[in-house]
């Protein structure tokens, strides 16, 4: 009888520089706490509806940016036999079925690119908190990943993540095949050019 083949040992992987992006989240929440109190104070000495707006929104804002502030060093992401859990501070929290992944690959992720949630809007998703050699989960379905949680929701079929050794990653899933050419674009595309 042979011997049916070891599963994958779990793996975890920690975002690399999380502190900085914490003390970036941090100051971004003491902005929009001043904020909301120099708008309400406004609000009290003047009572323009407008200004009560402005500070409606930026307590909000500065409720989402503390929270994120304080769960950003428990991002990670976590793969087991059959799934793997993305979690990136408050922003983001979801698991994909191991099935799903075709491969990783990796990447750069540049400055001028940014650093936090970051998506070009066409399936494209980072989860990144500083630059350098990042890795890229390329899924088979799209993932739902929010960019606003519970608002916007975006569509990933491609998410870079500034892990800890990324190279390892990689060699969990493995490169990605080409993705093979779709017979019906392709002949609409000629049907339109001639």
Do not use: Y
Request: charge should be positive; proline fraction near 8%; charged fraction near 20%.
């Amino acid at each position: 009888m042979p011997a049916t083949p070891a599963p994958p040992p779990p793996m975890l992987f920690a975002f690399r520089e999380m502190r900085l992006f914490q003390a970036l989240l941090a100051m971004v929440a003491l902005a929009s706490g001043v904020g909301t109190a120099f708008s309400a104070k406004g609000f009290s000495d003047s009572h323009n509806v407008l200004l009560l707006l402005l500070t409606v929104v930026l307590g909000l804002l500065f409720v989402w940016m503390f929270s994120a502030t304080l769960k950003a060093p428990t991002s990670f992401v976590a793969i087991t036999e059959d799934r793997t859990r993305i979690r990136f501070g408050s922003f983001v929290d979801t698991v994909v079925a191991n099935s799903n992944i075709v491969g990783a690959e990796m990447a750069k992720h540049w400055l001028p690119a940014g650093i936090g949630l970051r998506t070009n809007f066409r399936g494209d998703v980072a989860l990144v908190s500083t630059t350098g050699e990042v890795a890229r989960l390329v899924f088979r379905q799209p993932v739902r990943i929010w960019l606003i949680p519970r608002l916007i929701p975006l569509r990933a079929r491609r998410l870079t993540l500034s892990v800890r050794n990324p190279q390892k990653l990689v060699e969990r899933f493995g490169v990605p095949s080409p993705a093979p050419v779709r017979a019906g674009r392709a002949k609409q595309k000629r049907q339109r050019g001639s």
